[in-house]
């Protein structure tokens, strides 16, 4: 099994190497110019020349979509709850949830700015919005996922609601909840840098990602953009890692996604 | 035997699901306190609605059924059931599910640890305790099944073909301890399975159904004392009266394609 340990790390590193070498070559071929499109070395180098920014407004990126995340999740699981213990509330839900969903945000970031306000409310409020739903509908769809002969098993043997809530439809609705948290966590630092975008200079000065973009776009700093990009996708690395962290935490003891196959 | 009501009994019971044919009808059956019934006949001919009425996860539409003196509601904290599937809570230990009825009572953790031991000592998984049902063999997985059930010391167990999806082998070694606990705990089974040879090994009596609308075409009584062996297997007595209940049980499947 240890030889087979290749297929992991070799494959991504091949097509990353791929693609560079792609970049490289179509900017070679078109002579493209650099504020068209950089090349690595020179977003990287954007990067360094421009840390100090980047750092502090990733920084705050961070801090919004960490409120927007924690936000959705709370937000999520109760609605969830509500919503798996009554199908007339499902009913009666459902449309309006979806109707928010289909909703886009951009239509809704006035009235975001006019009733959270400008800066970390409404970027919170931004990222709570794009973020909320997989919780919700993940979770919803794993309360009522519960193993039909377990239910029966539990109103035979006398269990009130609460322990049947409690004992089994949590338990097992707790690996949807975490896969609609690793789309969330996906979502959640986009959230927060469009967010910014959108509703966040009105807070004026301290921008995160979000404020960086719209700035190093109208300076014609295009490969600062790049690198701006470079950290949001990083951002959403560490957002995905820790729910990834929390997911083997929760799971590897008793779930079959963590089987191994080499026993 | 004859002294005591019968713990469960059937008059003229039926069964329809909403405007549908009947799926059990005039079923008349006494189980006696303490005694092992087997349940056979074809696919679809209501064993395991009939399960389902005694354990009142699902009411009878026509007829009385009583269960332990009551009705099938009031008798449940009497019984137990074994489905099947072990239907394990896959992230509770195998102690975890044994102690789950009681927890559902309210039974004090230390208590309910004890008893759990106990239970998992009887179905010779002293050891296992503390696995995850996923680190469990399928075989494994039914005996944690039959503790549960069995935490709940009940008089009246259920088990719905719980050996069916089991090797020959399992399920022979999972029939003689069954046998053998339910010596040490005592309780009445009421056991429904396709096989006629684990039927005749583990009952007093068999009910054979026929199907269309689900009726009980024969009792046989099985005529060997407890406690049984596997040595019973290998008796010219067991053979014949395997060849018996088979019988019956193809003159079910017959007239059912009649």
Redesign the interface.
Known sequence: MKSRHWVLWLPPLLSGALFVALWYGVRAATGLQSWILPTPEEILAAAVREHALLLRAAASTAVGALGGFLAAAVAGLLLALALGGARWLRNGLYPWLLILQMTPVIVLAPIIVLWAGPGLPGIITVTFLISFFPIVVNTTQGLLSA?A??V????????TRR?ELQ??RL??A?PYFLAGLRIAATLAPIGAIFGEYLVGNAAGGTGGLGFLVYSYNVQIKIPALFATGLIGCLLGFVFVAAVAGLNWALLH????SF?RHDR | MSVQPPIVQFRAAGKRFGAGPPVLADITLDVAEGEFVSVIGPSGCGKSTLLRLVSALSPLTSGDLRVAGTTPERAREHLAFVFQEPTLLPWLTAAGNVELPLRLRGVPAAERRAHAGGLLALVRLREAGGLFPRQLSGGMKMRVSIARALSRAPRILLLDEPFGALDEITRNHLNEELLDWRAKAPFTALFVTHSVAEAVFLSDRIVVLAANPGRILAEVPVPFAYPRTAALREDPAYFATVAGVSRRLHAAEEERSA
């Open positions: 193993d002969h377990m029966d098993l539990f109103r035979m043997y006398g269990a322990q004992l089994l338990p097992g707790l003891h008793w779930h079959d089987e």
